[in-house]
C-alpha cells in the first residue's frame, strides 16, 4: 500500500495513554505508533509541564542570553566535552558540513555525585541569572518524566513490556539545550549557505520540544518536500531520533529536519527553542529489535552501544574532537 503523505503532524492527548480507560489508552498507542512510522513526528496535548512554568523558563533563558559574550564564554563548556554549560555561536554544524549553524546553546544534563564518568559530572550555571538554574532543571526533570511515559506507549506499540526502556533509561545522558539562534543585523554578514540549523536526524532515543518562540522549523516527508511545524499552543513536540530508529531496525523513523533562516528582515530577532534529548543509559545495546526483523525488514544496522553511537555522532557534528 502506498504510503498517505501528511501535511502537518498529528495531535495527540497524553492524558489518553494515562487513564484507567484501556481503548483510550490503546488508541493513543497506536495513534502514536502509526506517526512515528510514518511522519516520525507528533504534537502531544495535555502533558503536564504547566504553560507557566514555560513562560518561567524562557524568561530565564533570555536573560542569560542577553548577557555579553565576555560573560557568556566564562561559562564555556569545551572542557567537559560539550556535555554542559555554554556553546558558543557558529561551533556546531550538522554532520557532512562544515558552515556553522546560526546559534548558541547551554547544556544541562544529570548529575550523579559518586559516578566518574564524564557523562554525570556537574552542570556549570551562570551566577548572573539564578533562575537559569532553577527552572532549567526544573524542565529537565519534567520532560524527563514525559519522555518515560511515551517510552513507555511506544514499547507497547512494539509489543514489548511497558516498562521494556525503564532499566534502559534509568541513567539516561539526557541533554536539555537551550538554545538561541542569535539575531543578526547585517544579513551580509552571514556565510555562504549558513542557517539557523542545517538539516539533521537527532542522535538520541526521542527528542522533546516546548513551542518555540518563533517559526522556522520544518520536517521533510518521504517525497522530499518540507513541511513546516504547526502545532497547537501548549503542546510539546516529540520526536524519533535516530537511536531509536536503529533499535527498531528503521519501523520507527528518525525524520531528517532543520530551523530555516526567516525573511531578511526577522533575522535582526531572536528566536529560542528548548529540545530535549532523551538518552538511553551509555551501555545500552542498540541491537536491532528481533521482533523489527523479519524477510521483508532484514537488518539495517550493526551492532553499537549507545554510547559508542553517540560518541560517533558527536564527532560528525564538531562538538568534540
Given at each position: 500500500m502506498?504510503?498517505?503523505?501528511?501535511?502537518?503532524i498529528?495531535?495527540l492527548?497524553?492524558?489518553?495513554?494515562?487513564?484507567?480507560?484501556?481503548?483510550?489508552?490503546?488508541?493513543?498507542?497506536?495513534q502514536?505508533?502509526?506517526?512515528?512510522?510514518?511522519?516520525?513526528?507528533?504534537?502531544?496535548?495535555?502533558?503536564?509541564y504547566?504553560?507557566?512554568?514555560?513562560?518561567?523558563l524562557?524568561?530565564?533563558?533570555?536573560?542569560?542570553?542577553?548577557?555579553?559574550?565576555?560573560?557568556?564564554l566564562?561559562?564555556?563548556?569545551?572542557?567537559?566535552?560539550?556535555?554542559?554549560?555554554?556553546?558558543?555561536?557558529?561551533?556546531?554544524?550538522?554532520?557532512?558540513?562544515?558552515?556553522?549553524?546560526?546559534?548558541?546553546?547551554?547544556?544541562?544534563?544529570k548529575?550523579?555525585?559518586?559516578?566518574?564518568?564524564?557523562?554525570?559530572?556537574?552542570?556549570?550555571?551562570?551566577?548572573?541569572?539564578?533562575?537559569?538554574?532553577?527552572?532549567?532543571?526544573?524542565?529537565?526533570?519534567?520532560?524527563?518524566?514525559?519522555?518515560?511515559?511515551?517510552?513507555?506507549?511506544?514499547?507497547l506499540?512494539?509489543?514489548?513490556?511497558?516498562?521494556?526502556?525503564?532499566?534502559?533509561?534509568?541513567?539516561?545522558?539526557?541533554?536539555?539545550?537551550?538554545?538561541?539562534?542569535?539575531?543578526?543585523?547585517?544579513v551580509?554578514?552571514?556565510?555562504?549557505?549558513?542557517?539557523?540549523?542545517?538539516?539533521?536526524?537527532?542522535?538520541?532515543?526521542?527528542?522533546?520540544?516546548?513551542?518555540?518562540?518563533?517559526?522556522?522549523?520544518?520536517?521533510?516527508?518521504?517525497?522530499?518536500k518540507?513541511?513546516?511545524?504547526?502545532?497547537?499552543?501548549?503542546?510539546?513536540?516529540?520526536?524519533?531520533?535516530?537511536?531509536?530508529?536503529?533499535?527498531?531496525?528503521?519501523?520507527?523513523?528518525?525524520?531528517i529536519?532543520?530551523?530555516?533562516n526567516?525573511?531578511?528582515?526577522?533575522?535582526?530577532?531572536?528566536?529560542?527553542?528548548?529540545?530535549?534529548f532523551?538518552?538511553?543509559?551509555?551501555?545500552?545495546?542498540?541491537?536491532?529489535?528481533?521482533?523489527?526483523?523479519?524477510?521483508?525488514?532484514?537488518?539495517?544496522f550493526?551492532?553499537?552501544?549507545?554510547?559508542?553511537?553517540?560518541?560517533?555522532?558527536?564527532?560528525?557534528?564538531?562538538?568534540?574532537?
Amino acid at each position: 500500500m502506498k504510503e498517505k503523505l501528511v501535511d502537518a503532524i498529528p495531535t495527540l492527548d497524553i492524558s489518553e495513554f494515562l487513564t484507567g480507560d484501556e481503548e483510550k489508552k490503546q488508541k493513543f498507542v497506536n495513534q502514536l505508533g502509526l506517526a512515528f512510522e510514518s511522519i516520525g513526528f507528533v504534537a502531544i496535548i495535555n502533558h503536564g509541564y504547566l504553560q507557566e512554568n514555560q513562560e518561567k523558563l524562557y524568561a530565564s533563558i533570555k536573560d542569560f542570553y542577553q548577557l555579553s559574550d565576555a560573560i557568556k564564554l566564562e561559562y564555556d563548556g569545551s572542557s567537559t566535552g560539550g556535555q554542559r554549560g555554554y556553546t558558543g555561536k557558529g561551533k556546531e554544524h550538522a554532520a557532512g558540513r562544515n558552515v556553522g549553524d546560526l546559534k548558541e546553546f547551554y547544556h544541562i544534563g544529570k548529575y550523579i555525585a559518586e559516578s566518574e564518568s564524564d557523562h554525570y559530572q556537574k552542570n556549570i550555571f551562570p551566577k548572573e541569572v539564578p533562575a537559569f538554574q532553577t527552572q532549567t532543571l526544573k524542565a529537565y526533570s519534567t520532560l524527563e518524566g514525559i519522555g518515560k511515559t511515551m517510552l513507555s506507549a511506544i514499547a507497547l506499540f512494539l509489543n514489548l513490556e511497558k516498562n521494556h526502556f525503564e532499566s534502559r533509561v534509568n541513567k539516561g545522558i539526557s541533554i536539555l539545550r537551550p538554545l538561541h539562534y542569535f539575531p543578526i543585523e547585517n544579513v551580509d554578514e552571514v556565510p555562504d549557505g549558513a542557517v539557523r540549523a542545517a538539516e539533521h536526524g537527532d542522535i538520541n532515543l526521542i527528542t522533546l520540544l516546548m513551542g518555540a518562540s518563533a517559526e522556522g522549523l520544518q520536517v521533510k516527508r518521504r517525497d522530499d518536500k518540507w513541511i513546516p511545524i504547526t502545532a497547537v499552543e501548549d503542546c510539546l513536540i516529540v520526536n524519533v531520533g535516530d537511536m531509536l530508529q536503529r533499535y527498531t531496525n528503521g519501523r520507527l523513523k528518525s525524520t531528517i529536519h532543520r530551523v530555516v533562516n526567516p525573511p531578511k528582515e526577522k533575522l535582526k530577532t531572536s528566536r529560542y527553542s528548548v529540545p530535549f534529548f532523551m538518552h538511553a543509559n551509555p551501555d545500552m545495546k542498540l541491537n536491532c529489535l528481533e521482533g523489527c526483523i523479519s524477510a521483508t525488514n532484514p537488518k539495517q544496522f550493526e551492532d553499537i552501544t549507545a554510547e559508542g553511537f553517540l560518541m560517533q555522532r558527536l564527532k560528525d557534528i564538531g562538538l568534540i574532537k
